[in-house]
């Protein structure tokens, strides 16, 4: 699945072909999630000038000139692609044309990306948010008697943040997966919102760097202990990895455990 980064760069490279252009139609090929009627979806968003693509936790909200938002979650399996005049990706979920003959694909074999018109607000902070701050952190992890880990992956408490990366930050920050929320001392805590902000903010520099152009597909292959191909971390310990909660887990002896 995408994360934060991921659709950093998604969104960089959405906004340079795409911004203030007018869309001429949107059509909904895939409606099974879809919680309005396909016309009044068009009724709204069709003749509009996009003003501006925001990243919204996991999610890319397409905000037009007339207020309205169309929201992608593109999920496990989703893609965008763009296209010239006419679509000939397969499994569409939905497909806009923009007035400069620029069309735009999201796709998904199995159907689970999905759109929305107006999606509703989050009540989570944003990992890359000046709301999501060492005061926030420190006192949602006090009430906290689960894993950091979890806490991490869970949207409602900090968006953004996906399996691959939760990994990287907690092996960056030095605290281990396995460390419970209200053990972890504030000095850790004041590590970990560092390591956090750090990690998201390089990785979206790095997937930009080595494919420029990208709307789709994960990049991997800079990360620290999240890459099945690594055996040992860049400070040289043996990466573990627990397959426990349905998950790969990947992280190493470094890693301090508070419990």
Not at 72 to 94: C, D, P, R, S, V
Request: charged residues 25%.
């Amino acid at each position: 699945m995408p994360e934060l980064p991921d659709l950093q760069a998604f969104r960089h490279n959405l906004e340079r072909k795409l911004l203030h252009q007018q869309l001429k139609t949107i059509t909904v090929k895939n409606s099974k999630k879809l919680a309005v009627a396909e016309k009044t979806l068009q009724s709204a968003l069709e003749g509009q000038k996009l003003k501006e693509i925001q990243r919204v936790g996991k999610e890319l909200h397409f905000v037009f000139q007339n207020g309205h938002v169309l929201g992608m979650h593109l999920m496990l399996h989703g893609k965008l692609y763009f296209f010239e005049q006419q679509n000939k990706e397969k499994y569409t979920i939905a497909e806009l044309l923009f007035s400069n003959g620029t069309g735009l694909a999201i796709t998904d074999f199995q159907g689970s990306a999905n759109i929305a018109l107006d999606p509703a607000e989050k009540t989570a902070p944003d990992a890359l948010s000046d709301d999501f701050n060492e005061s926030y952190l420190k006192t949602q992890l006090s009430k906290k008697k689960i894993g950091i880990k979890k806490f991490l992956l869970d949207q409602k408490q900090v968006l953004g943040i996906g399996n691959a990366y939760a990994d990287d930050i907690l092996w960056y920050a030095r605290i281990s997966p396995f460390s419970i929320c209200n053990k972890i001392p504030a000095a850790k805590v004041k590590v970990l919102l560092s390591a956090i902000k750090h990690i998201l903010r390089e990785a979206e520099k790095k997937i930009l760097k080595s494919n420029p152009d990208i709307i789709h597909g994960e990049v991997r292959d800079f990360m620290l202990v999240h890459n099945a191909k690594l055996k040992e971390s860049p400070g040289g310990a043996v990466i573990h990895k627990d397959t426990g909660g349905g998950r790969k887990t990947y992280y190493t002896d470094e890693q301090e455990l508070f419990e």
